[in-house]
T-cell receptor, first 109, second 112 residues
């Protein structure tokens, strides 16, 4: 079993829908990252969280340290949001990042 | 300027060859990484360097060797390439306030 689990693995939505991607982890962490990978491959860091909630534009990320769970929300989704979203945790034992397997999001017009 | 740049972006080579992928970061961060992304899009860490010292070396074949001539560079050398080495290799750097991680654009390696 992966130390970082994401759900769902694949998600298809209609433009305008509210989207939630979940991440659960089983190790002690100092921070959690949400990454976005577009077709063509480049990876961009969206958020880094150690507690609470962060918002950037239509993207919102939350983390519950006690429950070892984080969510990434996209409001008013758009086809350009179509990408793979990856959760990664920085373990407290060193600087290593452990990745979830990613969620493939497709937003249809 | 690109924060983390890696070259080449695409590399097609024959089995048995030796190849290198270069990575440079202009962020001044202390930690650099090499990740391998397999066909299922799963990212796995290969190496991590903190200020030119290797601090993580996951169980990758010793045909793979990282070389860090200075804090801004972490190159990946691969000897005796095998078909299974075909993947996308990502360089990354982290540090600074919040310890954000920045990725290069990836290097697509195809071994034929």
């Amino acid at each position: 079993k992966n130390e970082v689990e994401q759900s769902p693995q694949n998600l298809t939505a209609q433009e305008g829908e509210f989207i939630t991607i979940n991440c659960s982890y089983s190790v002690g962490i100092s921070a959690l990252h949400w990454l976005q990978q577009h077709p063509g491959g480049g990876i961009v860091s969206l958020f880094m969280l150690s507690s609470g909630k962060k918002k950037h534009g239509r993207l919102i990320a939350t983390i519950n340290i006690q429950e070892k769970h984080s969510s990434l929300h996209i409001t008013a989704s758009h086809p350009r949001d179509s990408a793979v979203y990856i959760c990664a945790v920085r373990q407290t034992s060193g600087s290593r990042l452990t990745f979830g397997e990613g969620t493939q999001l497709t937003v249809n017009p | 300027d690109t924060a983390v740049s890696q070259t080449p972006k695409y590399l097609v080579t024959q089995m048995g060859n030796d190849k290198s992928i270069k990575c440079e970061q202009n962020l001044g961060h202390d930690t650099m990484y090499w990740y391998k992304q397999d066909s299922k899009k799963f990212l796995k860490i290969m190496f991590s360097y903190n200020n030119k010292e290797l601090i993580i070396n996951e169980t990758v074949p010793n045909r793979f060797s990282p070389k860090s001539p200075d804090k801004a560079h972490l190159n990946l050398h691969i000897n005796s390439l095998e078909l299974g080495d075909s993947a996308v290799y990502f360089c990354a750097a982290s540090g600074g306030e919040g310890n954000t991680i920045y990725f290069g654009e990836g290097s697509w390696l195809t071994v034929v």
